[in-house]
């Protein structure tokens, strides 16, 4: 790939074939799209506010990815990403992360040593923590540093493409975990009600979704209705639990003085 092709795809981005390209690519990475979904150019084009033109010319872009194919007369399947396809990317992904970082150490700022350092340092506490959705930024980051400081247009377009595979892969694990943050409030100041034990201060669902939160509104709803003595114990808990800035800034202290410590 040569540069022209690398600015083309910048210029791409701006245009009707270039939008749709790129939001469908981003839809099926994330999981918004499973394998073998079919996708219907006027569905696709009437949600986007397009013609069926830019839909099809995107639909061709990411047959030569590998994200869909196209059987003739029948339509668009999306592909999905096999356990072979995911060693693949990161045996790819490690090799080309080694000659960008060759080249890195050449051209490097001291600023972006800085900031690479600091987020080891961040990376480290979060990981003691188990704040996975912090790691998961922190890695973003650092990524993106290494990526800049090689000053290769082409590798950083190669490696932007597979980290977003990689991406993909660390969501799904992270979802398999139930490590992704619950719904319903905020997961570190609700815990979720349980009836058996009698415990939570409030009411929460795993994934974002309709069914789910109709089904978690339905339950309160019930809980409300049926078990009022439930619902004020709920509400008594939640009330002597302490969310005030003064818990918060211990929080931050504690993160402050374990980066200190270990610097």
């Not at 872009?61 to 592909?79: D, F, H, M, S």
């Not at 096999?82 to 060759?102: H, P, Q």
């Not at 969501?171 to 815990?191: A, N, P």
Request: proline content about 1%; glycine content about 6%.
């Amino acid at each position: 790939m040569g540069e022209h092709d690398v600015n083309q795809e910048a210029l791409d981005k701006y245009s009707l074939r270039g939008r749709v390209f790129q939001k469908l690519r981003e839809d099926i990475l994330n999981g918004r799209y499973q394998a073998n979904d079919e996708l219907k150019e006027s569905a696709i084009g009437e949600e986007l506010g397009v013609s069926r033109t830019p839909v099809r010319e995107a639909f061709r872009q990411l047959e030569l990815e590998g994200l869909i194919r196209i059987v003739p007369n029948k339509g668009a399947y999306v592909t999905g990403i096999s356990t072979t396809d995911v060693a693949d990317i990161y045996e790819i992904r490690s090799l080309l992360e080694g000659l960008c970082a060759r080249w890195a150490t050449k051209r490097i700022s001291t600023e972006q040593i800085d900031e690479m350092e600091e987020i080891i340092l961040l990376s480290e506490f979060h990981l003691s923590k188990g704040h996975y959705e912090q790691l998961t930024e922190l890695d973003n980051r650092f990524h993106q540093l290494l990526y800049d400081a090689c000053e290769s247009k082409i590798l950083i377009h190669l490696l932007k493409n597979f980290h977003q595979y990689v991406q993909k892969e660390r969501q799904q694990t992270l979802s398999d975990k139930e490590r992704s943050s619950e719904t319903g409030g905020l997961k570190d100041t609700v815990e979720p009600y349980n009836e058996y034990e009698s415990k939570g201060t409030g009411f929460s669902f795993s994934n974002y979704n309709a069914h789910e939160m109709l089904n978690t509104i339905r339950y309160a709803e019930k809980i409300y209705y049926d078990k009022k003595r439930e619902w004020n114990k709920i509400i008594d808990r939640a009330m002597a639990t302490d969310y005030s800035w003064s818990v918060s800034a211990l929080k931050y202290q504690e993160m402050y003085d374990w980066l200190i410590d270990n610097n």
